[in-house]
Every structure is written in C-alpha cells, then in structure tokens.
C-alpha cells in the first residue's frame, strides 16, 4: 500500500510541536485524529514512528525518515506552487524585508495574510535589524525592502540607487514615571531627569530637537528597545520621547502618557533600491500592501 502523504503531514505536525496535543492545535483537529492518523501511518509501514512518553512524543529512527521525507514533499508543493503562480502570469519570487521591532509588529506583521491572499506567488521574509545593518544589506543585495526611522527634521538625503516610501507618519509621545507630574507645556519639564537614546536613532535625534528649548538637560542610562525604556520609565528612572506605535498595548504599571505642543513626529520609510531593473514586481507588489497595511493604523 503507498504512503498517504496526508499521514506524512501529520507525522510532521507531530514533530515540530513536540507532541500529539500540541500538532492538534497546529492541525485544527482533535488530539484523537492526529493519534488515529499515527496509528495508520504505524500499521501501513509496519513500524512505530513515535515514542511517546510523560512529556510529549519524540520520532523513532523510522519516524525521523518518514518525517524527512514529509519535509522535502512541503518543500517540493511549495516551489510547485510558485511555478504555477508564474504559469498563471502572477508575481512571485521571495522578498526580504529587513526592518526593526515596532515596524515588525505594527506594519509588516498584518501585511502577511493579504500578501499570501493577493499574490500567493510571493515568499515575503522578515529579517529584524539594527538600521546600519539594514543598509548594508540593502546595498549588498541580500535585503529587497528596509524599514527605517526618521525624526521630522532629519536629512532626508537618499543614496543614489535607492528610493524612500514614506509608509507613515506617527507623533512623539512623552511617557513619564509616577513621580513627575503630568505637563501641559514643554517647559514645566525643566529639572527632570530624561533616559538618553541610543545615538543616531530617531529618538535620540527628537529628544534633542525637543529639549534643546529647556537649556541643557540631565540624561541618564541608554535604551535602544523601546520595551526597555519603557521599563526605565516604570522604574522611575527618567522621562522618555517615544512614538505613539511603540505605546500600543498594555503599558507597564506607574507609567503615564502625554502629549505637549512641539513634541513633533516619527516617520516610517520603506527603501528599496531603484535601478534599470529594480524594483522588479513582486517588490512593488510587497511595498502595496505595506502602504496598505500602514494607511491602517491609527497611531494615537
């Protein structure tokens, strides 16, 4: 009798969830038909594919075989997949976007489903980096897409070759520790103790533009994730200029969030190279669905 390659899948499931419960939650089906599946899969091959024990199910010798051999038929529907998608005239082709934590989380994450939706031809691939990584990338060819930060009076220099979009605009936000109390102006800040930004990003250039009206400022400690300022402010370490995107969710308790005239605003920009050939369709198709996603969002 030949394999059923619908038992590989579940076999596979199994493996890569680490146990038959949690490939059911992969699966979307009942722990029993995943075990159902194994139990025929055992029986058609004449050997047992897992041993299971206390703390889950791990693949025996025979199941590591049918479990790689599961991987490479994945692997060969998916580039099928793509041929068909060229046969048929659509974008395809792998894009890689290389881009930092709150654009990750705000922009290119629900932008996933529509691109596999409108073009299922496209492998889109997310890289988070720092954004002098992201550049060198970018020109070395092994990233297609960067998302970048800008403060609003930044140098909006382009190297030759490449081309910005500007996906969003978002406002700086003041997030303040317990003992300061709420301002309504800039200057009722004068005498607080602010946390410095890591150099030559947006907020550290913002934080400048912003405090250079109160005379010189005391700063201390160094954040380049905005979580961890976040939990400085909680701390009661200091003030921090934050963009509105990096303050969506649940905040850390004893943190409050304002807002004063001349905090000013935080750009996303996607930059992509722009050449004879470049960027090719499936780029454009990516940085669509990126304005898209971006047009969205709601940055209050």
Known sequence: MPTDPRRLAVLLAVHRAGGVLAAA???HVTPSAVSQQIARLESEEGVAVLDRNPRGATLTAAGRILAEAAERIESELVEARKSLAELGGELSGRVTVAAFQ????????????????????????????EQGESMRRLREGDADIVLLERDEDADTHVPRGQRDVVLLEEPWRLVLPGSVATPTQLSDLAGVTWLAAEHHTAAARAMGRVTAALGPVTSRHLYYD???????????????????????????????????????????????????REPGPAVVAVIDELLAAASGIDPV
């Open 25 to 27: 939650d992969l699966l």
């Open 102 to 129: 709150t654009a990750i989380r705000a922009v290119i994450a629900p932008a996933f489903a529509v691109v596999a939706e409108h073009h299922p031809g496209i492998e889109l691939l997310v890289e988070e980096r």
């Open 226 to 276: 905005f979580d961890v300022a976040l939990a400085l402010v909680a701390a009661g370490q200091g003030v921090a200029l934050l963009p509105a995107l990096a303050l969506q969710g649940e905040l850390p308790d004893g943190v409050t969030v304002a807002t004063v005239p001349g905090l000013g605003s935080r750009r996303l920009v996607a930059r992509h190279r722009a050449t004879r």
